[in-house]
C-alpha cells in the first residue's frame, strides 16, 4: 500500500532530528536522516550526491520499493521516482531524483506522476526540484512536450527545475535553484 504519512514521517525526522521509527511501520523507506555533508543514493554506476554545505538536516526516501512499495497493493503502471530528498532548515526542500537506464522520456513521466500522487505534500515545500541521472549521453528532449510540460510545473507550481545529467550529478544545497 502507498504510504498516506509521508507528511507525518517528515515532520517525525524533522523534530526529532535522527531516524524514529516509521509512523507506518515501514522504516525500509528511510536511507538517511541527519546532517550529515553528502548524501548520495546510487543505482547502477549511476549517483546522485548531495553536498549539505548548510548542515541542514536532510531526509532520504526511497520513493520506488520505500513509499510507494513493489506489492500487489499498488497499481501496475503507477509511474513514481526512485528517490526524494527532503531538506529541512529555513525553507523546507525537496528533490525527487530518477536514477534511469536510457529512457529519459519515460524518467519524465516517472518524475511527473511522483508529484501528482504527492500533490498536496509537494505544495507544502518551498522549493520542489528534479534530477534525472541517465547512463549515457542525454538526448536531446528539450523541445518534447514532456519536458516543456514538466519544467513549467516544477517552475511555476513548486518554485523548482529540472536538471538532466550523464552517469553522476553533484551538486550543493545551495546551488539547486541555478
Known amino acids: 500500500m502507498i504510504c498516506n504519512k509521508v507528511e507525518k514521517c517528515i515532520e517525525e525526522q524533522l523534530v526529532n532530528q535522527k531516524t524514529t521509527a516509521c509512523v507506518n511501520k515501514n522504516i525500509e523507506c528511510i536511507e538517511v536522516s541527519d546532517n550529515r555533508s553528502r548524501i548520495k543514493c546510487e543505482e547502477r554506476?549511476?549517483?546522485y550526491i548531495l553536498e549539505n554545505?548548510?548542515?541542514d538536516h536532510v531526509i532520504l526516501y526511497k520513493m520506488d520499493g520505500g513509499i510507494i512499495p513493489q506489492d500487489k497493493s499498488v497499481p501496475p503502471g503507477i509511474c513514481k521516482c526512485d528517490y526524494l530528498f527532503v531538506l529541512g532548515?529555513?525553507?523546507c526542500e525537496a528533490i525527487l531524483t530518477e536514477l534511469k537506464g536510457v529512457d529519459v522520456a519515460h524518467s519524465l513521466k516517472q518524475i511527473d506522476g511522483t508529484l501528482s500522487q504527492f500533490k498536496a505534500l509537494?505544495?507544502?515545500f518551498s522549493h520542489v526540484y528534479a534530477r534525472i541521472i541517465v547512463a549515457s549521453s542525454t538526448p536531446n528532449i528539450k523541445a518534447s512536450p514532456n519536458y516543456v510540460n514538466l519544467v513549467k510545473k516544477l517552475r511555476n507550481n513548486y518554485r523548482g527545475?529540472?536538471?538532466i545529467a550523464e552517469k553522476q550529478l553533484v551538486e550543493k544545497d545551495i546551488d539547486?535553484?541555478?
Open 53 to 55: 554545505t548548510r548542515k
Open 45 to 47: 554506476k549511476k549517483k
Open 122 to 124: 509537494f505544495s507544502a
Open 176 to 178: 539547486l535553484l541555478k
Open 161 to 163: 527545475n529540472l536538471k
Open 89 to 91: 532548515g529555513q525553507e
